[in-house]
């Protein structure tokens, strides 16, 4: 599976929108983008996925870049629940449907 | 909401030990997979079960591991003679059609 690329953390404020990037420039044609998260001593959770255009789902949006090189997460307010790693991983599902994580981006929410 | 659940919660055991860790995917999932986290690294995919055999294992699933899914809702893990390297949070996860994946609250194994 192609590699994605996060930063390492964030803060935001509660209440406020969050926007947590990946780059992932070796994306190929037959990859999704998903994103989990994962809470303090909690597996992963789903959070939402996407191949070309936006999603949006009761969680949070999925922006996509036009040349699918990028994507953004967006939370739309932040709470002190949403505090957590988040992962961006591409699959493919023509070559398996196991996710392979990488580090993640660690989301700080200040009250 | 439907579940992924693990048991158990805490398993400490003796290295050269067998564990068996326990799953019950969602009722209706068809795909079965073992993950595991060594503290403070990684999620690492161990292993895919679908349609009563593995599909796909990762290099750390080695002779040592296996899985079963001995009747229609239990999915095991078992490990022959553990390691401390072994020590970590395993994660069972399920899906219905290979897409979205739901992950248990794991099993912490300590091996001592």
């Known amino acids: 599976d192609a590699k994605t690329t996060q930063p390492n953390s964030m803060e935001s404020n509660e209440e406020e929108p969050v926007h947590l990037p990946c780059n992932h420039s070796?994306?190929?044609?037959?990859?999704?983008i998903h994103w989990y998260r994962q809470l303090p001593s909690q597996g992963p959770e789903y959070v939402i996925h996407?191949?070309?255009s936006n999603v949006n789902n009761r969680m949070a949006s999925l922006a996509i870049a036009e040349d699918r090189k990028s994507s953004t997460l967006i939370l739309h307010r932040a709470t002190l629940r949403d505090a957590a790693v988040y992962y961006c991983i591409l699959r493919d599902l023509n070559t398996g449907n196991q996710f392979y994580f990488g580090t993640g981006t660690s989301l700080t929410v200040i009250p | 909401e439907p579940e992924v659940t693990q048991t158990p919660s805490h398993q400490v055991t003796q290295m050269g030990q067998e564990v068996i860790l326990r799953c019950v995917p969602i009722?209706?999932?068809?795909?079965f997979y073992w993950y595991r986290q060594i503290l403070g690294q990684k999620v690492e995919f161990l292993v895919s079960f679908y349609n009563n055999e593995i599909s796909e294992k990762s290099e750390i699933f080695d002779d040592q591991f296996s899985v079963e899914r001995p009747d229609g809702s239990n999915f095991t893990l078992k490990i022959r003679s553990t390691k401390l390297e072994d020590s970590a949070m395993y994660f069972c996860?399920?899906?219905?059609?290979?897409?979205?994946?739901?992950f248990g609250p794991g099993t912490r194994l300590t091996v001592l």
């Open positions: 070796t994306i190929s044609g037959t990859d999704y």
């Open positions: 996407g191949l070309t």
């Open positions: 009722s209706n999932h068809l795909y």
């Open positions: 996860a399920s899906t219905l059609e290979g897409r979205n994946q739901f």
